[in-house]
């Protein structure tokens, strides 16, 4: 069992940055693809970004690609999500997610195994 706790969200001027943390609970967070989700009011929950076991491999929704950038820290149990040059579309509730390594489409929300809570990012223009 793997509990996730998100953290970092905030109000942010259109332009500004955050990041945000998910801190995960267990002595398995090393095994763990990880992945950030959003979804906005009247959407579906969307990609924004996952990362490998190790952190060397990362890949991010086209609408983030070049402002975000997520990393990890498997000694603290935690990943983070860099958010730069924040635009209003970027406004959502932001989740992070686990999944045990497998075979499997990292952009597809039904492929992950924990879900933290979420944060909400709100960025005014």
């Known amino acids: 069992q793997v509990q996730l706790v998100e953290s970092g969200g905030g109000l942010v001027q259109a332009g500004g940055s955050l990041r945000l943390s998910c801190a995960a609970s267990?002595?398995?967070?090393?095994?763990?693809?990880m992945g950030w989700f959003r979804q906005a009011p009247g959407k579906e929950r969307e990609f924004v970004a996952a990362i490998s076991r190790s952190g060397i491999s990362t890949t991010y929704a086209v609408s983030v690609s070049g402002r975000f950038s997520i990393t990890r820290d498997n000694a603290k149990n935690t990943v983070y999500l860099q958010m730069n040059s924040l635009k209003s579309e970027d406004t959502a509730l932001y989740y992070c997610a686990a999944r045990a390594e497998r075979p499997g489409r990292l952009q597809d929300p039904d492929e992950y195994d924990y879900w933290g809570q979420g944060t909400q990012v709100t960025v005014s223009s």
């Open positions: 267990g002595r398995t967070f090393s095994t763990n693809q």
